[in-house]
């Protein structure tokens, strides 16, 4: 069974300017999640989706992020303008439904200068 | 709310002693517990996960952690450290009371895990 899949696998951009980050969730799984992972931080979440829908986003910074999961399948997310703060690894993982566990991509590692 | 706090952010080992790795956590409700590991370069993989059956869990790569409600406590431990097992581990807590989405997970801040020769 193919794991979470995620592109790209690193990014250095300047401030201000606009990032967008894939993830391809394991066929089937309904629920998907983005987390941020500044270094020496443990993941927090930022957005998760119930099939197309939003669940939860209430630690989004809703300014420069968004997200979207437009089929039910594959998500993008997105910052613009970056800031020097969002240099972090963007992680994705999918689960089969709710309360169900949770398997994690390899991330994106995101430096903004 | 939930939290977890994770006692120390690097601990290091001999390879074929134990292992050790400390976390304390904090929920309003009956709280599900895991620990995911991190190598470099790879994705978070679960090792074990606690919820609300056994106290003690076992999970994968002979690691095991114990639940003390009275302590507030889940720690992890392996009776002989590998090599392999190097790498990062979190603790996480999931509050069962959670109604807006369902298993939301909060992350403790890590611990890494050195093994020597």
């Known amino acids: 069974e193919a794991g979470v899949a995620q592109s790209p696998r690193y990014k250095i951009i300047e401030k201000r300017q606009s990032v967008a980050f894939w993830c391809n969730p394991i066929?089937?799984?309904?629920?998907l999640y983005w987390y941020q992972q500044i270094l020496g931080q443990g993941p927090k979440l930022l957005i998760q989706f119930q099939n197309n829908g939003v669940v939860d986003d209430s630690q989004l910074p809703k300014d420069r992020f968004s997200a979207e999961r437009l089929k039910g399948v594959d998500s993008t997310l997105k910052i613009q303008p970056a800031k020097l703060e969002d240099s972090a690894v963007y992680l994705c993982?999918?689960?089969?439904?709710?309360?169900?566990?949770?398997?994690f991509g390899p991330g994106t590692r995101l430096t903004v200068t | 709310a939930q939290s977890v706090t994770q006692l120390d952010s690097h601990v290091s080992v001999s390879e074929g002693t134990p292992v050790l790795l400390r976390c304390n956590y904090s929920s309003s409700y009956s709280p599900s517990l895991f620990w995911y590991v991190q190598h470099p370069n790879k994705g978070l993989q679960l090792l074990l996960k606690y919820t609300s059956a056994a106290t003690l869990v076992k999970g994968i790569n002979g690691f095991e952690a114990e639940f003390k409600k009275s302590e507030t406590s889940f720690h992890l431990t392996k009776p002989s450290a590998h090599m392999s097992d190097a790498a990062e581990y979190f603790c996480v807590v999931s509050d069962q009371g959670f109604t807006g989405g369902g298993n939301k997970l909060t992350f403790g801040t890590g611990t890494q895990l050195k093994v020597e020769l």
């Open positions: 066929s089937g799984h309904a629920t």
């Open positions: 993982a999918s689960s089969l439904d709710r309360g169900h566990e949770q398997y």
